[in-house]
């Protein structure tokens, strides 16, 4: 059982800049691939980022695509999402996910992952 916990979240302005932390019980946790989802009230869960157990390799959704940075220290057992020029558009709360790096699943598919954070929050004012 991997348990997660996420900070990071607020209130920022349009153009604004927010780093979120996804911390990770338990050992062994460069076996995981992390990934970040958000979800608006009303609307479907929706891939943002994904990074291999080993750091090297990171997936994006189209919309984070040059302005988030999906990263990860093993050391820490954290995962982070750097999210820069954030947009309204971008509001929702943000989920950690974590998933066995063996398993054959795209890294933006929920089936990568079996265990999920609680969210935070983020907000992007117009």
């Known amino acids: 059982q991997v348990q997660m916990v996420e900070s990071g979240g607020g209130l920022v302005q349009t153009g604004g800049s927010l780093r979120l932390s996804c911390t990770a019980s338990g050992r062994a946790f460069s076996f995981y691939r992390m990934g970040w989802f958000r979800q608006d009230p009303g609307k479907e869960r929706e891939f943002v980022a994904a990074?291999?157990?080993?750091?090297?390799?990171?997936y994006y959704a189209n919309s984070a695509k040059g302005r988030f940075t999906i990263s990860r220290d093993n050391a820490k057992n954290t995962v982070y999402l750097q999210m820069n020029s954030l947009k309204p558009e971008d509001t929702a709360i943000y989920y950690c996910?974590?998933?066995?790096?063996?398993?054959?699943?795209?890294?933006?598919?929920?089936?990568?992952?079996?265990?999920w954070g609680q969210g935070t929050q983020v907000t992007v004012s117009s």
């Open positions: 996910a974590a998933g066995p790096v063996g398993r054959n699943r795209l890294p933006a598919a929920f089936a990568s992952y079996d265990y």
């Open positions: 990074i291999s157990g080993g750091g090297v390799n990171t």
